[in-house]
């Protein structure tokens, strides 16, 4: 199954439609990471042509990291979509609470394959603080990043317009830095501070659900068979607590993007 995304983002955004949710299968990782990433532009390019900007939410792992590589393989070739890259605001989902060289931190792998090559202007990359940075815990961060986001939104608000966010998944149905059973899944807060984390770096910044299901559009970002039965688990209407991936709900879409591997547990189509 192929993205198509060019007119129909731009046709979905315009007239305010909210489709189902769906899934989208690819054959593998590699083509899953081309065809986000030419829905990615189509998606940010409809957003600028509706009102002026785009916004987008972040993620890092393998596959994440492989979209955005793509993006800026795009970003230098003639396309029927562009975006105007000075006009992107850029967020993240959630943030490894270390120093900021520190080679876990998504931000700095955000920028060595995207951001800096498409020059998206600093005022507009807004990165969860670092460890070694102004705040020394990660409440206090997270409170900044909350009142980032404040402060972008529409007077009254407490969240910006995100056009899209991303997402990976964990094997366990982590999103973000959502755990199972962990404190965070059950925050209503807009961006909550993770300790003890199952996977290390342990202490983290995340956004919380309240924030993830404000955004326009959640797409998910899975590759590998070792995800797969977190994925038809998630798919089935499993309880969030258990995993956190089925309480992921965007406002207009949510959209699974699979590799064929992390669809195969999936039930077949019916004819």
């Not at 890259?85 to 931190?105: C, I, K, L």
Request: glycine fraction near 8%; proline fraction near 9%.
């Amino acid at each position: 199954m192929s993205l198509s995304p060019g007119d129909r983002v731009a046709a979905e955004l315009a007239d305010g439609g909210a489709p189902a949710p769906d899934v989208v299968i690819e054959p593998d990782a590699e083509m899953l990471a081309r065809a986000a990433a030419a829905a990615l532009v189509a998606r940010l390019a409809a957003a600028q042509a509706v009102h002026g900007t785009a916004s987008v939410v972040l993620t890092g792992g393998g596959i994440g990291t492989a979209v955005l590589e793509h993006v800026a393989g795009l970003a230098a070739e003639p396309a029927r979509e562009t975006v105007d890259w000075t006009a992107v605001d850029v967020w993240w989902g959630d943030e490894r609470f270390v120093p900021a060289a520190d080679d876990e931190r998504n931000e700095k792998g955000a920028r060595r394959v995207l951001l800096d090559r498409v020059r998206v202007p600093d005022e507009r990359v807004h990165a969860m603080p670092a460890s070694d940075g102004e705040f020394a815990e990660p409440e206090d961060a997270a409170e900044w990043y909350a009142g980032q986001l404040a402060a972008a939104a529409p007077e009254g608000q407490a969240l910006p317009r995100i056009d899209v966010l991303l997402l990976g998944m964990g094997p366990e149905g982590h999103v973000a830095s959502i755990f199972p059973d962990s404190p965070a899944v059950t925050d209503e807060r807009p961006v909550v501070a993770v300790r003890d984390c199952p996977k290390p770096p342990p202490t983290r910044v995340s956004l919380g659900f309240a924030a993830i299901n404000a955004a326009e559009e959640v797409w998910l970002l899975v590759s590998g068979k070792g995800k797969a039965p977190a994925v038809a688990q998630a798919l089935s209407g499993v309880e969030p607590a258990q995993l956190p991936a089925a309480g992921v709900r965007g406002r207009r879409a949510t959209r699974w993007l699979l590799d064929a591997a992390a669809a195969s547990e999936l039930p077949a189509p019916s004819a």
